[in-house]
């Protein structure tokens, strides 16, 4: 099958070389004509050019995005839209807002052009030797699709779960959940830090992988980044929300479902991202107000 991938960031040109492999017609096309080069040095068509991309392929046509959730998305589909045919499929595989997602099928389906959502996890190496796959589209479309699909998975990584939406919105809460996960770890590993052993943290985030109930790919990725840096002295803990994890939160406040951890996480990252809070310095003076407790001065902080 012939397939356009708008977009050959990290994610974009690890999926063109995972489709490649699998035997598909895979065209690339980026905006910027360095990632372009990056496709074409592995063999494999390429263009800067948008209106270029839908001539060589075949109707219907295929495409399938991978640029950032947002105006990005938006862009592309203002751009795309003037030049597709009734028939032509597009597909979401970034981390879209399920409702922008709904939006945009709506003028899709207007004109007789069909969207398929799929979230996708695993990251770069996911991309490129294989992902887990949430998909979100008509049974129909996901059957036409499935033969394409599951190759570019591993066993079991491929799911169709529901209409249109749906893909993105299963993605949304995973990446919530993933949210909880990583915070849970990071605090077991700062108890560590801070007990009164000197503790190997490569040596626990590798025995911990092996058997323990807490083993899996985050914990594999923990003993990476400890392997790497022994005491992660090289970076500050700045982690930066990317939007999902809000998203879950906003969703749960919606539905009226409890999500402790998750936003607690999300949270913990807002905060981690401030070298100071007005709201720190208020419980400091409260505290010196009303029990005598001492504050830390700017002048103090080295």
Avoid at 114 to 126: V, Y
Avoid at 140 to 169: I, N, Q, S
Wanted: charged share 20%; glycine share 12%; net charge negative.
């Amino acid at each position: 099958m012939q397939i356009g991938i708008i977009g050959l960031g990290k994610m974009g040109l690890q999926l063109a070389l995972n489709m490649r492999e699998q035997g598909q017609d895979v065209i690339g096309y980026n905006r910027s004509r360095d990632k372009v080069v990056d496709l074409l040095a592995e063999e494999i068509q390429g263009t800067d050019s948008l209106e270029e991309l839908v001539k060589r392929l075949e109707s219907p046509r295929h495409f399938w995005i991978m640029v950032t959730a947002g105006p990005a998305v938006d862009a592309v589909l203002k751009n795309l839209l003037p030049l597709l045919s009734a028939g032509d499929l597009v597909i979401d595989g970034g981390n879209s807002h399920y409702r922008d997602t709904l939006k945009r099928a709506k003028v899709l389906d207007e004109r007789g052009i069909h969207l398929m959502d799929i979230g996708t996890s695993g990251g770069i190496e996911g991309a490129r030797y294989g992902a887990c796959m949430m998909v979100g589209g008509s049974q129909e479309l996901f059957k036409d699709m499935e033969p394409v699909l599951a190759p570019l998975c591993v066993p079991g990584g491929l799911a169709h779960v529901g209409p249109t939406g749906a893909g993105h919105y299963v993605k949304m809460i995973h990446n919530g959940i993933e949210y909880g996960m990583m915070q849970a770890i990071g605090e077991g590993f700062e108890i560590l830090h801070e007990s009164p052993f000197e503790v190997n943290y490569a040596q626990v985030a590798n025995v911990w992988r092996h058997g323990s109930v807490i083993r899996g790919w985050l914990m594999d990725l923990t003993h990476q980044a400890f392997l790497e840096d022994p005491k992660l002295d090289s970076i500050r803990g700045v982690v930066h929300a990317s939007g999902e994890g809000l998203w879950s939160v906003q969703e749960a406040l919606d539905l009226s479902v409890p999500v402790p951890v998750i936003s607690a996480s999300l949270f913990t990252r807002y905060r981690s991202q401030q070298e100071d809070t007005f709201s720190g310095k208020v419980v400091a003076g409260l505290r010196n107000q009303f029990g005598g407790h001492a504050t830390v001065k700017k002048e103090e902080i080295k």
